[in-house]
């Protein structure tokens, strides 16, 4: 079924490879419910949504496109969802209406997912704007990280401050931090999972973290929250959720083709520069979407983590049904999970590791042209300092045509990015 013998490999070395990958990025059932809960999304609820969104995308691109890549739900992606959208809304907006937006975004995805729209969106967006969403997300997700371990409080003089490291969740976090450091520095698989649970050993010790139920059988405490295409595009349409939805797409879009690129050409598996059977791997994230959303979890994309079975030998998509089965399998230590979330100090270091990980896209931008320096430039300043990710996405969009006009480049510029300029430059005027 997978063509082992033809990717010249074999079961042991797949099942290994698949196992390396989920302890790769495991943490993401651990992060994901601790971000989307301050939204105000139940700890349960989203766990169990994470998971069933992960196995719906990965056996998507396990037995569809036959790739040792496995979908999730994207960091960024749920901190946007949480902070931008939600709480940004000031409390005009629930995370019932928010997930209105994710569904839509995601039925907009297939549409462009099985016409060549998706490609001509790929090069429309110029490569240093890629670059410095990534690097932008990757601060604001570090940042995020920082704050909710206290390591940074609120200032009312310089609106952030270095919060008190001897209060015991900074303290934690530093030391949960320098952990998983270590052994990211010393290349151990899993590094941001171990470190996970080497801090919440020691916030055991500690009195921090206290367990009461290990495991229990899966269940969606508030069900399927949306179901009804017509009514989600209703909420967008009434709450002007344009650019929201925008944003997880183009963010989405970004995530999901860079890694499958770089993922495959890592595996060797590219023809001719090419990606074969890419129509429906691109397929992935976007049912991930759309069933995430349906039972309480934001945008799924491929995770670049699968790299690490790559490397472990994995080249089929029977590396990917591994991946699989092991979230079904975590789908039982639903309690283990909703304990540990409580503990900010336990996800904190991992978001800001993802964070460093993220922003090391800022090397590949041409900082030595100014009118492409800029536009990157702020949209990676933007991000964090508003907690919005479609707000800096907006800034680089239409700062990125006008400076290019200037300069007498115009027609260097692809039609649609005018056309995005146009329509974040609206957003900002008029649906703020």
Same mark, same amino acid.
């Given at each position: ?164 490291? #001897? ?5 934690? $976090? &530093? @030391? %949960? ?5 270590? =052994? /990211?520095?010393? *290349? ?63 963010? #989405? ?5 860079? $890694? &499958? @690129? %770089? ?5 060797? =598996? /590219?023809?001719? *520069?090419?990606?074969?059977?890419a129509r429906k791997a691109l397929l992935a994230d976007s049912l991930g979407t759309i069933v995430g959303s349906m039972f309480g979890t934001s ?38 999970? #909703? ?94």
């Amino acid at each position: 079924m997978f063509r082992l013998k033809e990717y010249n490999t074999n079961a042991k070395t797949e099942l290994t490879a698949g196992m390396t990958t989920f302890l790769a990025m495991v943490y993401i059932i651990v992060v994901n419910p601790k971000i989307l809960h301050d939204a105000g999304v139940p700890v349960d609820q989203v766990f169990m949504a994470t998971i069933i969104s992960a196995v719906v995308g990965t056996l998507w691109m396990a037995l569809c496109a036959n790739y040792p890549i496995a979908i999730a739900p994207g960091m960024g992606l749920n901190a946007f969802f949480t902070y931008s959208v939600v709480l940004g809304s000031n409390g005009k907006m629930d995370y019932m209406t928010a997930f209105s937006s994710v569904f839509v975004a995601g039925i907009v995805f297939i549409i462009l997912s099985l016409t060549p729209l998706r490609a001509k969106l790929i090069t429309a967006i110029p490569e240093n704007i890629k670059r410095s969403i990534t690097a932008g997300i990757g601060l604001f997700i570090a940042f995020l990280g920082l704050k909710s371990g206290d390591v940074i409080v609120k200032s009312d003089s310089t609106l952030v401050a270095l919060g008190d490291l #001897t209060s015991a969740n900074a303290l934690l $976090t &530093l @030391v %949960g931090l320098a952990i998983t450091v270590i =052994l /990211m520095v010393r *290349n151990i698989q899993g590094s941001l999972f171990i470190g996970m649970v080497i801090t919440g050993i020691i916030a055991i010790v500690t009195g921090q973290l206290k367990i009461h139920h290990v495991v229990a059988l899966p269940h969606l405490p508030k069900g399927i929250l949306v179901w009804n295409p017509i009514e989600a595009f209703s909420n967008v349409i009434h709450y002007g959720l344009y650019g929201v939805v925008f944003s997880f797409i183009l963010v #989405t879009l970004f995530d999901t083709t860079g $890694t &499958l @690129v %770089g993922v495959m050409k890592q595996a060797g =598996l /590219m023809k001719n *520069n090419e990606l074969p059977r890419a129509r429906k791997a691109l397929l992935a994230d976007s049912l991930g979407t759309i069933v995430g959303s349906m039972f309480g979890t934001s945008p799924t994309t491929a995770f670049v983590e699968s790299s690490a079975g790559v490397a472990a030998g994995g080249r089929t998509g029977l590396t990917s049904l591994t991946v699989a089965v092991f979230f079904i399998i975590a789908s039982f230590f639903g309690p283990l999970v #909703t304990a540990v979330s409580g503990v900010s100090a336990i996800t904190s270091p991992a978001l800001v590791i993802v964070g460093t990980l993220m922003i090391s896209s800022v090397k590949d931008i041409d900082w030595h042209s100014f009118d492409e320096a800029f536009p990157a430039f702020l949209i990676i300043l933007i991000m964090p300092l508003t907690s919005s990710i479609s707000t800096g996405i907006a800034f680089g969009f239409i700062s990125y045509p006008i400076l290019k006009i200037v300069k007498g480049e115009a027609k260097k510029v692809h039609p649609l990015l005018y056309l995005f300029a146009i329509l974040f430059a609206i957003q900002l005027i008029f649906l703020q």
